[in-house]
């Protein structure tokens, strides 16, 4: 006698793209200011209007339950949070969730790495966006270079199945390094996406039309240096890999001007208040706070209102530098 098994659910949205990958913004504080992200001026969500570790847990819980199969923890900075490693224990015990992985800016790493292969997250993303110390303190408005290479150490350390550094280009702030990051990836077997800056959240510190560089010019600028070879590698997000010939690193190039990738999109955001962005580049969310204050450990209720939002993603971002659409701040999305 055969056996019919239930069909796995799966979160299908409007234009047949499945969302298996949910990231989850533990918080919009951030011990760092890169000017690309949030304006020197910032007012943070009142607490209250945060999320419990607790609702967050019950959100994604739903997610994997539809068929969410990836989750990444991010911010503001994930590791600012208090409790985010009991989290992260938690969510990667969910039957179905496949990997947990993390993007930070590095500045805690060197006292977290450890903790954080042991709660399971199996992948980090480090941002770092210069090799200069200087460099660094303006770009971050305050950061310190050495404690972040501390940071990059202790992970590369840890046993994470892979760690991956994130730089964001800018005409005049960086786009003379990107060799040199890339060779430092190189040097400690990592691998290191570029990402073109989108315009999220009114910023005075540069002018966004000036400073963006496409990933096409930067993919040129590498190929005077290092010989790049072809991919199909995909991590299951944005970024587009190359092999540096001879090495054990990826160059991956998240390209939201110069290569749209919203036709393959499979993610969805939580910001830390419970808002569901169905899109990086567009105001169309869903409030899942409400849902889980009104009517508390209601799975099903909250897996509906999942469901229904995911009626209402859009098919495309439309990202114009000199225009700004999205009045939010990378560090209130989630990247
Ligand atoms: N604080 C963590 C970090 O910096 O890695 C995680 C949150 S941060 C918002 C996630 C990623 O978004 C970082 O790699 C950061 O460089 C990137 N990012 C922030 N603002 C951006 C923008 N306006 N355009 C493109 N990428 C941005
Ligand atoms: Fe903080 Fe990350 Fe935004 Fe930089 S990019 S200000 S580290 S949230």
């Known amino acids: 006698m055969t056996v019919l098994q239930a069909p796995k659910p799966s979160l299908v949205d409007p234009f047949g793209r499945r969302v298996t990958y949910l990231r989850l913004s533990v918080t ?17 969500l009142p607490r209250a209007q945060v999320l419990t570790l ?7 819980a739903a997610f994997v339950a539809l068929g ?4 990444r923890l991010t911010g503001g900075e994930p590791l600012v949070r208090n409790n985010v490693l009991h989290l992260a224990t938690r969510l990667s015990a969910l039957a179905g969730l496949d990997e947990l992985v993390m993007t930070t800016n590095g500045v805690l790493l060197e006292t977290h790495a450890d903790a954080l292969a042991a709660a399971g997250v199996s992948r980090l993303n480090i941002s770092i966006d210069s090799l200069r110390p200087d460099r660094f303190a303006s770009l971050t408005r305050f950061g310190e270079l050495p404690q972040v290479l501390k940071g990059i150490d202790a992970a590369r350390r840890a046993g994470f199945r892979a760690v991956k550094l994130n730089c964001v280009v800018m005409k005049g702030f960086n786009d ?18 570029f990402i073109e800056e989108m315009p999220l959240g009114a910023v005075t510190s540069h002018d966004r039309v000036q400073t963006l560089v496409s990933n096409v010019q930067v993919r040129q600028q590498l190929a005077q240096r290092f010989r790049l070879l072809a991919s199909d590698d995909s991590t299951g997000g944005p970024a587009r890999y190359w092999r540096v010939e ?9 390209s939201p001007h110069s290569n749209n990738f919203c036709g393959d999109c ?6 830390a208040e419970g808002r569901l962005l169905l899109c990086l580049g567009n105001d169309h969310a869903a409030d899942l706070r409400q849902v889980v204050r009104s009517h508390p450990g209601d799975s099903r209720r ?20 000199s225009e700004q659409r999205i009045v939010r701040f990378m560090n209130a999305t989630g990247g």
């Open 302 to 321: 909250l897996q509906a209102a999942i469901v229904e939002a995911i009626r209402i993603k859009p098919e495309r971002h439309y990202f114009d530098p």
């Open 54 to 60: 607790e609702e967050m847990e019950q959100i994604a």
């Open 246 to 254: 001879d090495t054990a690193t990826r160059v991956g190039f998240i």
């Open 266 to 271: 499979n993610r969805v955001r939580l910001t």
């Open 176 to 193: 003379d390094e990107t060799g040199d990051l890339v060779q430092f990836a190189v040097d400690n077997g990592l691998d290191i996406a």
């Open 68 to 71: 969410v199969n990836k989750i």
């Open 28 to 44: 919009d504080r951030c011990n760092l200011r890169c000017v690309y992200c949030m304006a020197e001026d910032m007012t943070f």
